[in-house]
């Protein structure tokens, strides 16, 4: 029994030493697969630190193009108040054209029909003159 007991031990024994023998021969093929984990990991890291130097790019255009299209856009808002307030001066300017064209109208109707009684009386003395002469 006792010998059982020691053969059991034995073999158990072996059996560990055989799983050590067998630790250094995956030690290699793990420390292997350590390293190439550490450069996947690298990788990634420089990707990912790519991609935000990427996203930084982008964002500083994004920041640029907007405010220069705010820039046009207070540009042209400019541009439309200069021109709406030069329509509102040359509309007045316009208004008051009209009134000196109405103004002169009149005026030369009045003129026109003032020649016409001129030139009735006129013609009037003309006749009588000749008819005293």
Do not use: C, W
């Amino acid at each position: 029994v006792q010998l059982q007991g020691r053969n059991e031990k034995l073999s158990h024994l072996t059996d560990l030493q055989e799983s050590a023998g067998k630790l250094p021969a995956s030690n290699p093929e793990l420390s292997a697969r350590m390293v190439f984990g550490e450069e996947e990991k690298l990788k990634i890291s420089k990707d990912l630190v790519d991609l935000q130097i990427e996203t930084n790019k982008m964002k500083e255009q994004h920041e640029t193009e907007n405010f220069e299209l705010k820039a046009m856009l207070l540009a042209l808002e400019q541009r439309v108040l200069e021109l709406e307030q030069r329509g509102e001066k040359v509309s007045g300017e316009r208004d008051a054209l009209r009134e000196q064209l109405r103004a002169l109208e009149s005026s030369h109707r009045e003129l026109a029909d003032e020649y016409i009684i001129l030139k009735s009386n006129y013609l009037a003395l003309g006749k009588e003159l000749e008819q005293e002469v």
